[in-house]
């Protein structure tokens, strides 16, 4: 059908002939995509958690690979899309290639960030750094790592906030997972109490928490770690199974003071005399 407009003559079927198929094609593509890329995903998914079960990898080493490869695979597959699209319209890939190449060199030095983030993390995995579920301390931050990603690792904050950290920055990695970890305690006392009765009394509550199983050695209690201006600090020390430290913490300072209550042994603190 033709339309005369302007002096024109307009190929309406022709148009349509042209652009119906390119849709249809474009339209199948989006398809195929959103249908292979949450099967390649479950597939990455499954393999990676039959390996870790065959290989008696940690649930965290797991985590982190399933979570990687995903990651990658998501970029290939955006890759691919692209190839594909510029294939449907026929745009020749080389010359753009040596565009992209002029370009990438032009902007290579800007982009060092980025290829610091790559390698770093590439490291920092091979050399099981950290892993998903980890409680670290780096960079500034203080948490859990919920993600290792190519350019990024998260970490979640324990109020909450989730930090995303370029992997070049993460420096100096304390990772506070690996192995038991110590449940240390200090508890001040009074000059006027009697240092030997309040270690007897230490010892009693250290013995009830040896039955806990979060202890994987001890608690037991040290004796005087230092003098201060108002007080004679005591500590306690016991290994406990990882994560459990903060814990155990909490429920022995609650259980000392209440001992130290029930012997009549003073806890100092400040306070202001009127006269």
């Known amino acids: 059908m033709d339309i005369f407009k302007n002096g024109l003559n307009i190929d309406i079927g022709g148009i349509l002939s ?7 094609q474009i339209g199948l593509v989006i398809l195929a995509f959103i249908i292979f890329v949450p099967i390649g995903k479950k597939i990455i998914e499954k393999t990676i958690q039959k390996a870790g079960n065959n290989q008696k990898l940690s649930p ?6 399933e979570k990687l490869l995903i990651n990658v695979f998501s970029y290939v597959m955006i890759f691919v899309f692209i190839i594909m699209i510029f294939g449907i319209f026929n745009i020749p890939l080389g010359p753009l290639l ?7 060199l032009a902007i290579g030095f800007g ?44 970490i979640r904050s324990f109020d909450g906030t989730l930090n995303f950290v370029p992997n070049r920055l993460l420096e ?19 000059y006027e109490d009697n ?8 010892e009693q509550v250290c013995a009830e928490f040896q039955e806990d199983e979060r202890f994987k ?6 004796g005087v770690q230092g003098l201060g201006t108002s007080d004679v600090i005591l500590r306690v020390v016991g290994q406990t199974v ?18 130290f209550d029930e012997a009549d042994i003073k806890v100092p603190y400040p306070h202001q005399v009127n006269i």
């Open 195 to 202: 240092i030997d009765e309040a270690i007897i009394v230490l």
């Open 111 to 154: 982009a060092q960030g980025l290829v610091s983030d790559i390698v770093t993390g590439f490291f920092i995995l091979l050399e099981r750094q950290i892993e998903i579920d980890d409680y670290i301390t780096s960079a500034g931050y203080d948490g859990i790592v919920e993600e290792v990603g190519l350019r990024t690792t998260k």
């Open 60 to 65: 965290g080493r797991v985590k982190t690979l």
């Open 242 to 259: 990882n994560g459990e430290q903060f814990g155990c913490e909490r429920d022995m300072r609650k259980r000392i003071r209440v001992a």
């Open 98 to 104: 040596a565009g992209a190449g002029i370009i990438g």
């Open 18 to 24: 042209d652009v119906i198929p390119t849709v249809l």
């Open 172 to 190: 100096g990695v304390s990772n506070h997972s690996r192995g038991n970890m110590r449940a240390l305690v200090d508890i001040g006392i009074s």
């Open 217 to 222: 050695d001890g608690p037991n209690a040290l």
